[in-house]
């Protein structure tokens, strides 16, 4: 078992920044891919973007360029640094991970709340 656990979530001005982290604990040996997708009320979980364990990064349009992705494999942790915030990237922020050990094995983080105001 992997047990995620997300920080860094909160209030912040349109146009501010955040910087989300998500350590993993437990059975960490052969984490692959990490990522973070989010989700507000009444809307599906959207990807917003991951990176491989040796640091290939994908995003979404919506935060291309306004967003960076990165991880520390020493200590099984991903960071999601946000820059120029808009009132629309405001939502529930998950933090998911991927470990192939035999199969393959998703988790998810509990989420962390970041609001963005006008």
């Known amino acids: 078992q992997v047990q995620l656990v997300e920080s860094g979530g909160g209030l912040v001005q349109a146009g501010g920044s955040l910087r989300l982290s998500c350590a993993a604990s437990g059975s960490t040996f052969r984490i692959n891919d990490m990522g973070w997708y989010r989700q507000v009320p009444g809307k599906q979980r959207e990807f917003v973007a991951s990176?491989?364990?040796?640091?290939?990064?994908t995003y979404s349009d919506s935060v291309k360029g306004r967003f960076t992705i990165s991880r520390d494999n020493a200590k099984n942790t991903v960071y999601l640094s946000m820059n120029s915030l808009k009132p629309e990237d405001t939502a529930v922020y998950y933090c998911?991970?991927?470990?192939?050990?035999?199969?393959?094995?998703?988790?998810w983080g509990q989420g962390t709340q970041v609001t963005v105001s006008s």
């Open positions: 998911n991970v991927y470990k192939l050990d035999g199969i393959l094995y998703e988790y």
């Open positions: 990176i491989s364990r040796g640091g290939t990064t």
